[in-house]
């Protein structure tokens, strides 16, 4: 992927916590650049998974 969470068009209802990186934790900023193999904390109402699933994969 290798873009910064500031230039994802997430749902207003979602909001990435944080990227688990192999044994790192990085809480999520609009600065922080999620890469291939990343694994995110996603805190976000229902209706938004299909979205965020789409968007993310």
Do not use: H, Q, W
């Not at 979602?14 to 688990?20: F, K, T």
């Not at 600065?31 to 904390?41: H, K, M, Q």
């Amino acid at each position: 992927m290798n873009r910064p969470l500031k230039d994802l068009l997430l749902p207003k209802i979602s909001l990435i916590g944080a990227v688990i990186r192999g044994s790192e934790v990085v809480f999520g900023s609009g600065e922080t650049v999620l890469r291939p193999g990343d694994e995110l904390l996603v805190v976000s109402r229902p209706e938004a998974l299909g979205k965020l699933e789409k968007l993310l994969s």
